[in-house]
């Protein structure tokens, strides 16, 4: 069987919303956002919530809404991702180069600029992008979006309107990803979307992309289409470490570790994430996972103190692999 | 105040740099091709131990071939502002009266890595990108890793210690234009205790030589006892094996590395050196507290926070080292600078392949390489199409294609030991959650 049509387009973005009318479980902020539509007295907007709930979405549909279906090609919104845009002088310099001008023929007089994952810009980069709001506001409002808006400074965030976009219910994630199975010819048991919405944690796009790699292998989508898909794509790696350290392999996993840092680029907070779910269904005595989760929770704060990753979580796997070895002594 | 030796006798001429010809030349062809107008690299890393020529080649050469020598040094400036004004300014102006050429000569580069000013690094590297001129590193340990995208950038040309005979036919000159005599095995042992150094030959000679007419042996006996510098290799052996702190500390002293570099050596051979599982879980405690140290010295500027770091990665793995290896095991160089080797393509498809999703999807790279590209690169893979549509979509390029299918690909055996394992336990997961 050919799954051509499911390697066409990435699901995600056949089915981001395309008008706020798409947006799903965000009432609030969405009839907020129309009123807004209707006057066309835009503010400087802060969108703050977890990831995968639709606000970089949000921003897209409001944009189309206002501009028209060819928002971005005539000029009138684009999106810069500051965790890419380190510097604040890049910023500075693409806010201008986009405010500058006023494209022809608008009804609306100025632009809007996406500023993505704002919460990753330092302190410093912060006022400076401040003073930016001010001086290009006549021709520019700006959307930033963020996951903690306590991370954004309050001199920024006084300057916008705060929008707090909800976590995903599980009714909404299931019945989302029900909705593009039907779409897309699916037939997916009802154990199987337990799985991937317990699997996705609120966030749409891993539901979504878990969905369209299941269905890449087979129509049919059971628990175990999912599981397998997970062991390869996600969980698989921060697992292979683990057991290759709890083996007694310290320097394989040390080498793994390594390639997931370096090669992949993964941050040291993910490992951290990924290790942690991993820990409770490891083969140890309860005394010691807890001994294991308490020392994880160090490693976690040292990181964020500046601690090197790669060291820290070595500090780690060498615990574990010392724990494991007592487990394999006593049997 | 009486000139120092190792200005006034510093070479004026490349032709007078003392030994290491092979970089000289290195060093002279690369500036070729700016004469020509068209380097490969536009910058250059020299790098080795103190003292053997690494400045004093750059400044001989631009005073031989008429260039101005814009001298930076990495104490001079502490971030990227700074950089850009002192170096990005002048890289953009051939020169100042538009006759003389220019060198741009970047000393300490490896003291920025040390510090937090990672913008430092980054500034320079941009600058490497845009400059119309000559840059020139110098460098005594090029390999933090900080330094990486730079050493890309750059064409790396290594200085290694001078030799004995070298250095005493240079002592010998100078005495010559000072009017001293001094018996060659005098010569000889200055140059000795000076391992290599030139520079630190020169300071001794002058220090116990000027204002006389001769020297014997027994004048060098004022000279205090310079640490012996020992190879890494031996230092590890001491390290490792040492009997108390005090022991495993005295072993980096002399050794011409930085604590944090020194601290990457043990780091990587603690795991071949201590077996027991207990003993390495301590040995890393204390290497992670190390860590934790070294951070806060970069973050405030503690200084004096060193010496709390060194006994713990020193004494640390001396201490909880209680079983011996079985059998000797080699000291190795450490497995993260073969990493970055090993896997620099790599690492460089897989940043092309996220960037690509990123700006399709609207996500930064690293979102793209962690939430995305798994997945694309799991769909690709099995398609059975030979070139599916979502690969027009994002434009990938065949290598990159094969990467995702090499990484993400179906491995048949693999697939059913998998359906194994991974069901089983997650299923706990539900249950403990509900």
Known sequence: MSLETVTTLPWVEKYRPKTLNDVVNQEEVITSLKNILKTKAVPHMLFAGPPGVGKTATAHAFARDLYGPNYIEDGWFVEINASDERGIQTIRDKVKMFARQIPMGGEVGFKILLLDESDQLTDDAQHAFRRVMEQY???????????????????????????????????????????????????????????????????????????????????????????????????????????????????????????????????????????????????????????????LGEVDYRMAEGGTEEVQLMAFLARLAAKSKKVNVGR | MPQLWTEKYRPKKVAEVVGNQDSVKAFLEWMKSWEIGNPAKKAALLYGPAGVGKTS????????????????????????????????????????????KKIILVDEVDGIAGREDAGGISALRKIINETRVPIVMVANNPWDQKLAPIREQSVMIEFKRLSKTAITKRLKEICEREGIKVPDDVLSKLAERSEGDLRSAIMDLQAVAAGKNTLTEKDLE????????????????????????RGARAAIEGLELEPQAIYTWILDNAPTQITEPDELAQAFDLLARADIYFARIEKLQMWRLMKYAIPMMTGGVAVARRTPPK?????????????????????????????????????SSYKAGKEMLPYIGFIISRS????????????????????????????EEKKEEIKEVKVKKPVKHSRGKS
Not at chain 1, 157 to 185: H, M, N, T
Not at chain 2, 329 to 341: G, V
Request: with cysteine.
């Open chain 2, 327 to 363: 059998g000797f095991q080699k000291f190795t160089f450490p497995h993260k600078i073969r990493l970055f080797q090993q896997y620099k393509n790599e690492r460089e498809i897989r940043q092309s392949i996220a960037w690509k999703i990123a700006s399709k999807l609207h996500l």
């Open chain 2, 57 to 100: 080649l750059v400044l001989a050469y631009g005073r031989e071939y008429g260039y101005d020598v814009v001298e930076v040094n990495a104490s001079d400036w502490r971030n990227e502002e700074k950089m850009k004004a002192v170096v990005g300014e002048s890289s953009q102006y051939a020169s100042l009266d538009g006759y003389s």
């Open chain 2, 222 to 245: 004022v000279l205090g006892e310079r640490n012996r510098v020992k190879e890494i290799f031996e230092a590890l052996r001491y390290i490792f094996y040492a009997k108390s702190i």
């Open chain 1, 137 to 295: 506001s006549s021709t520019c409002r700006f959307i930033l979006a963020a996951n903690y808006s306590n991370r954004i400074i309050e001199p920024i965030q006084s300057r916008c309107a705060v929008f707090r976009f909800r976590p995903l219910l599980k009714k909404d994630i299931i019945g989302r990803i029900k909705w593009i199975a039907e779409q897309e010819k699916l037939e997916v048991d009802d154990a199987a979307l337990e799985t991937i919405y317990e699997f996705c944690e609120g966030d749409m796009r891993r539901a979504i992309n878990t969905l369209q790699a299941a269905a890449s292998i087979s129509r049919k989508i059971d628990e175990k289409t999912i599981y397998y898909i997970l062991g390869y794509v996600s969980r698989g790696e921060i697992r292979k470490i683990l057991e290759l350290a709890m083996s007694g392999n310290f320097i394989q996993a040390r080498d793994e570790l390594r390639k997931l840092i370096y090669v992949q680029g993964l941050a040291g907070s993910d490992i951290v994430s990924a290790i942690y779910r991993e820990l409770f269904y490891l083969d140890l005595s309860e005394e010691d996972k807890l001994e294991l989760i308490d020392l």
């Open chain 2, 384 to 411: 059975d199409k030979s070139k599916p549509r979502i690969v027009e979509y994002f434009e990938f390029t065949d290598e990159e294609v094969g990467y995702l299918k090499k990484i993400y690909g179906e491995v």
